[in-house]
Structure formats: structure tokens, C-alpha cells
């Protein structure tokens, strides 16, 4: 969906979305509905909401895929790109996002895939109790249970350990 910038009233524009999008990374293509607020300064796009998708991971310790529900909160201001190659915008609000558009048009559909984007940035993890796969046989212990020998020990408290031994010698 293409908006094109001198078409946004001056009150704004209130838009509800149904795309299908691929974040290009090789996970397929994502549903997502959104709903955008987009607000227009003399320079600036401003665009607000949230989107909501269902996107397909891969869970950081076991390296399962699995879906999971997104609800994406968006908050991002779009500067003409001459503003970027003369550096001349400011960074006034650090809470928000920035983008560049060019010309006249400004394609939704790019700005749902960053932000899609940047949300899967996270490592996520299937579980939060995922129990890994084992380093040594490389089984999923949340299937299967195997009889390699783990030090659960955490390496910090190993060196305070030693450091607290040579202290006694
Ligand atoms: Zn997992
Ligand atoms: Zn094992």
C-alpha cells in the first residue's frame, strides 16, 4: 500500500491494514493487520499504532521453530532522505524510530516490514523454561533425557571459588 505523502490531510490519516508481508529472511510470509496513525509536519511523517502478526522463530537454545503472536507497538518518523545525506535532521525524541522516505510516496508496506524486522531481533526462546539441547550428544532435552555429564556450575562463582582457595593456601 502506497501512500502518496502531499495526499495526507492536514489532519492526518487514519489507516487499517491487511497485508501479507515476508520479512525476507526466509521465514514465509506473515499475515499482519495493522492499524496506523499517520500524522504530517511540513518535512516529517509521523506514523504511529500498532501491528499485529504472527511470525515463525527459531527458538535460540533448541533451535525449534515455533509461531508466536506479535503485537508490535509503532512509533517511527519518516525525514526526506536529502535530510539524511545533508545530516541535517536532529534526533529530538530518542523514544522513537527513524526512517527516510523519497519523493512523494511513501510504501506502507516497507514500513510494516521494518518494523516487523526490528521485532524479530530478539532472541527468542520457545519456552522460557527450554531446556537446550545437550552441547555433548546434541539432544533435545525437552524431548529426551541423556546421560552426559554437565557441569551446572556457573564459570563466575568457578573463579571467585578459586580466587577464595588461593586465599586459604
Ligand atoms: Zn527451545
Ligand atoms: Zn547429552
Do not use: W
Not at 521465514?27 to 502478526?53: N, Y
Not at 523514544?95 to 516487523?116: I, R, W
Request: overall charge negative; charged content about 35%.
Amino acid at each position: 500500500m502506497k501512500i502518496t505523502i502531499p495526499d495526507i490531510p492536514d489532519e492526518g490519516l487514519s489507516l487499517d491494514i491487511d497485508e501479507k508481508i515476508s520479512p525476507g529472511d526466509g521465514s514465509g510470509v506473515a499475515p499482519v493487520s495493522a492499524h496506523l496513525e499517520l500524522q504530517k509536519t511540513v518535512q516529517e511523517i509521523i506514523i504511529s499504532g500498532r501491528i499485529k502478526t504472527r511470525i515463525k522463530f527459531e527458538c535460540s537454545r533448541c533451535l525449534k521453530e515455533f509461531d508466536r503472536d506479535m503485537d508490535i507497538p509503532v512509533s517511527v518518523v519518516y525525514h526526506p532522505i536529502e535530510d539524511m545525506r545533508a545530516e541535517r535532521h536532529e534526533l529530538k525524541d530518542d523514544e522513537m524510530d527513524m526512517g527516510f522516505y523519497k519523493g512523494d510516496v511513501l510504501d506502507l508496506q516497507d514500513v510494516l516490514k521494518e518494523q516487523v524486522l526490528l521485532s524479530m531481533q530478539m532472541k527468542p526462546l520457545c519456552d522460557e523454561n527450554c531446556r537446550g539441547i545437550c552441547p555433548k550428544c546434541g539432544k533435545d532435552l525437552n524431548v529426551d533425557v541423556c546421560n552426559c555429564e554437565r557441569k551446572e556450575t556457573d564459570s563466575r562463582l568457578e573463579v571467585l571459588k578459586n580466587l577464595l582457595e588461593k586465599r586459604k593456601e
